[in-house]
């Protein structure tokens, strides 16, 4: 989750000239291939505590929760690619006031957060148009969006903004961490999770974020009677999403004939579901009350 400045130049590319030169000196004279491994060793290590620079020092964190050290399977894959100047300005003018790091040091004060709003969380918001479109159409709902992405983070802010909504907090780091240690029980009125990354190869399916241990995390945060809406179009994830919510014992499918629910519509079609309608995909909701 580590991030580069604006526009760098890439990490370690004069090094990578040098690191060249060295190796094609190593060609000619063997007695140089120590000296060339060296080198690339340097290289390497230089890159590597660039990864570590915070791209924005007021803003999000590379790691926020990073001394836990815990080893353990990741909920989400980082995405690394540029900032534009928008999100930049975006993350520090807004991140100060309506961002957040998930250290795993504190409990939210949700209360205080939304000024007072009922609060639904949201992980994984990609770009965050959805979420910024659902805010807008409802601000009398906070919402405490997710994500590692920092373009997306920085481009939600500004959605956000634009928008005049005052109801929207953006989270950077592990969902998992902020569940377990940083909410109060009972202190949301819902979560979504829309599009998660399916991990179609069956070796990875453990990395899928709806699993049964994932939902002991979230029944004792979430109020009675809370939504966890779930949307996907990778039809295998979908069915293990509805045969892991109906085995729990603590949710209760709001669907009467025990599958799937229609599209609410206070779910924006997104641009990313309208690629997957357009391949042939069938896009599910699932819709589970915490009882």
Not at 108 to 118: I, M, N, Q, S, Y
Not at 170 to 186: F, K, Q, S, T, W
Not at 265 to 277: D, H, I, K, Y
């Amino acid at each position: 989750m580590s991030e580069q400045p604006l526009n760098p130049t890439p990490a370690g590319s004069h090094d990578a000239d040098a690191t060249a030169d060295a190796t094609a000196d190593a060609t000619a004279d063997p007695t140089a291939a120590d000296e060339a491994a060296a080198l690339r060793a340097a290289s390497f290590e230089r890159a590597r505590r660039l990864r570590m620079e915070p791209r924005f020092p007021d803003g999000p964190a590379a790691d926020p929760a990073g001394s836990h050290h815990e080893r353990r399977i990741r909920s989400f894959q980082p995405r690394r690619s540029r900032v534009t100047t928008g999100q930049q300005e975006s993350l520090e003018r807004l991140w100060p006031k309506w961002g957040l790091d998930i250290d795993g040091k504190r409990v939210l004060d949700l209360a205080e957060l939304f000024d007072g709003l009922p609060v639904v969380l949201e992980i994984g918001f990609g770009m965050g148009e959805a979420t910024a479109q659902m805010a807008a159409d409802d601000p009398g709902t906070g919402i405490l969006a997710v994500d590692v992405h920092t373009p997306g983070q920085g481009n939600l802010l500004g959605l956000a903004d634009k928008a005049g909504s005052t109801n929207v907090r953006v989270a950077n780091g592990d969902a998992v961490i902020l569940l377990r240690e940083m909410l109060a029980p009972e202190s949301l009125d819902g979560l979504r999770v829309f599009f998660p990354d399916p991990w179609p190869k069956a070796r990875h399916h453990k990395r899928r974020l709806i699993q049964p241990e994932f939902l002991d995390l979230v029944a004792p945060v979430l109020k009675p009677g809370a939504i966890v809406h779930c949307a996907t179009d990778w039809e295998p994830y979908a069915e293990q999403m509805l045969e892991v919510l109906t085995a729990h014992p603590r949710f209760e499918n709001t669907a009467a004939d025990g599958g799937y629910a229609p599209r609410p519509a206070f779910r924006p079609l997104t641009r990313f579901e309208g690629q997957g309608l357009d391949k042939g995909h069938v896009v599910h909701d699932l819709l589970f009350a915490r009882v």
